[in-house]
């Protein structure tokens, strides 16, 4: 959950009311936000310095650290706070965001080249004009696109966002790419990428620069100026080595830097606006003088630029000369598209309400929903269908992009309703599944035979379900598309390898270590719409000065013995019975199968000594693993 640090007088001073900090608390707490934490700027500092000296703080701002809901992009800031408990209290009006009333000819212009379509193709824009910022605003605006950078951003991989002081550019704008400096033989390499990928007008504008480069002096890249904070121009390859030593910009090279080309904004004057996602030009950066903001947004995700720019606009039109106006800009693209930014029109939604009565469990009546809905910054009101069934149309403006279904608005009802004034209610009896009320009677017995239970990781790296068990990797697993560790490389196929992993690490426990486990594996299977499917087994372990193999055994005619199947013949499908196996993990001899009713449901057996030290297990083992879905 994303947390912001606003300043309590400051805070307060919008609110237009103090607050002690319960009441503060109290009063997050029923908008659905959360007082995280009270700190001030000299324990910030100290702790990013890991600093232990207290400091004299009498006289320093009191800062409130405020946790919002991660999908609420409208309250990263004090300004969407503020706004959002004021509309809460029934302080202020919800506000109407409107798109400026200027003719096409008129509007600003964004000019975006053919070739940008396969590399980072969206680009969206507005202007705010007449704009007013003191310090804390301008710090505000700042640090909110900071924090959309990190949040629906993805680190500037999906959108990156630029601002610019309009009054130091002249329009129309460009949005192209531009070839870096390479020799001849890298070209032709990144031609057959692009071409493998199917980025064309990429590839084409290459191949056309690789035979000037082939035939030429290697010609520099040309984009050429001036980063924000920086005095002297760089090219863009330059500026790739100069940010690599850069602890904040660093993070974000990697998404431009091995590509064959580079983005880049211009101005009429071919004045460099930005390097997207990378660094903005200082010819055009913003200051407290600012009066008119140019804020363009780059974007691989079209949804997400146009939340983000909606969210910037709104959030800061307040400080406009005309509030809560946005000036229009018109993107055109080579093969004649036109479209205006930013969209600011209202989503239209009907929810009905029997449905947020019925999920809240409070009886409403219309007029009360929509007054909620209204506290919450939806307009909202009473609507009737041919059925005479009683809807609520909502009206979803720019700022909540987070509502997108019924269960939102049903949401948004309930917190403003207050979750503490509904009353509590007895749920239903829920009879359990048949599979887990099974598990838990199996539990219970092997207990009662001295066997302790564990629970283990149910990812485990693929190693462990392989050749640590003697087994070759060619047994299929579900395997993780992005791990955080080698050691959750795929979902395990049985529970041996658990079970070994906690005796291993529990080796000097004293001897008999029992220990058992009841538990999911994953197996694919075809027949699932997901390509996998659940099983449920069951697994002991006996780890002693001797294997222990007629423990096991035992434990396993207990458990036949207490689910009521007898023990029969081989062959004979009415009971169970073992028959010899020849599984890598057990000693050879020395292991059996598990037949029930004519079909293999689980084997047991003395742990083979390899795979005893695999998982460094100095003292002999016997294991049984049984799939107890066949007993159901």
């Known amino acids: 959950m994303p947390t912001v640090s606003v300043g309590r007088d400051r805070l307060f001073k919008a609110l237009g009311k103090s607050y002690t900090q319960e009441e503060f608390e109290d009063l997050c707490f029923c908008f659905g936000i959360e007082l995280d934490d009270v700190t001030t700027e000299k324990a910030i500092i100290r702790k990013e310095k890991h600093l232990e000296e207290e400091g004299d703080e009498c006289d320093d701002e009191i800062i409130y650290k405020i946790e919002v809901p991660a999908n609420r992009y409208d309250l990263l800031c004090l300004e969407g706070i503020a706004q959002a408990l004021r509309i809460f209290n029934k302080q202020q009006e919800m506000p109407t965001f409107r798109v400026a009333d200027i003719s096409k000819s008129s509007m600003l212009q964004m000019q975006v080249k053919p070739e940008t379509y396969s590399i980072r193709p969206f680009v969206v824009c507005a202007v705010l004009r007449d704009v007013t910022f003191d310090e804390a605003s301008y710090n505000s605006f700042i640090d909110l696109q900071d924090k959309l950078h990190q949040n629906i951003c993805r680190r500037r991989t999906l959108v990156a966002i630029g601002t610019h ?40 504008r290459c191949w056309e620069y690789s035979w000037t480069v082939g035939s030429l002096a290697l010609a520099p890249s040309n984009i050429n100026f001036v980063p924000l904070k920086q005095a002297r121009n760089f090219r863009a390859d330059e500026l790739m080595e100069f940010y690599k030593s850069d602890l904040k910009l660093k993070k974000y090279l990697h998404i431009i830097e091995n590509s064959p080309v580079y983005p880049v904004i211009y101005d009429r004057n071919r004045t460099v606006l930005s390097l997207p996602p990378i660094i903005n030009g200082a010819h055009s950066a913003i200051t407290l003088k600012t009066k008119n903001l140019f804020i363009e947004c780059t974007a691989t995700d079209l949804t997400k630029a146009k939340i983000v720019l909606n969210t910037m606009v709104t959030t800061f039109s307040e400080y406009c000369k005309r509030r809560y106006e946005v000036e229009p800009v018109e993107v055109i693209y080579s093969d004649g598209r036109s479209y205006v930014w930013p969209d600011l029109s209202v989503y239209n939604m009907e929810v009905p309400l029997p449905y947020i009565s019925g999920s809240i469990g409070v009886s409403l009546e219309a007029e009360e929903v929509t007054s909620l809905l209204n506290r919450m910054q939806l307009r909202a009101e009473k609507s009737a269908t041919d059925d005479d069934q009683c809807n609520i149309k909502v009206l979803v403006p720019p700022t909540r992009s987070d509502v997108l279904h019924p ?66 990797d060619d047994k299929p ?147 049984v693993e049984i799939d107890i879905e066949n007993f159901l």
């Open 165 to 204: 002081d309009l009054d130091t550019l002249e329009g129309p704008f460009t949005y192209e790419f531009d070839l870096i400096s390479k020799d001849y033989s890298e070209y032709c390499e990144d031609i057959l990428v692009l071409l493998m990928e199917m980025k064309w007008e990429v590839a084409v």
């Open 407 to 472: 269960c939102d608005v049903m949401e948004d009802v309930a917190i403003a309703y207050g979750y503490n004034n509904i009353p509590k209610r007895k749920p239903a009896s829920v009879k359990p599944l048949p599979l887990n009320e099974f598990s838990d009677l199996m539990r219970l017995e092997i207990a009662m035979n001295g066997f302790t239970e564990v629970l283990t990781w149910i990812l485990c790296s693929r190693k462990e379900i392989s050749f640590m068990l003697n087994r070759k």
């Open 477 to 623: 697993a579900a395997i993780i598309g992005n791990p955080r560790s080698s050691d959750f490389e795929v979902v395990r196929t049985t529970l041996m390898s658990g079970l070994l992993k906690t005796v291993g690490h529990n080796k000097d426990h004293p001897k008999p270590i029992k220990i058992f486990e009841i538990g999911d594996v994953v197996l694919l299977d075809e027949k699932k719409d997901v390509g996998a499917s659940n099983r449920r087994q069951l697994a002991a372990l006996y780890c002693g000065a001797n294997s222990g193999f007629e423990l096991i055994h035992c434990l396993v005619d207990r458990i036949m013995e207490v689910i009521g199947t007898p023990f029969v013949p081989v062959g004979d499908v009415t009971g169970y019975y073992i028959q010899r196996s020849d599984e890598p993990e057990f000693l050879p001899g020395r292991q059996a199968s598990i037949i029930y009713k004519g079909q293999r449901i689980g084997l047991f057996g003395i742990v083979h000594p390899e795979v005893l030290n695999n998982f460094d297990i100095p003292d002999p083992c016997s294991f």
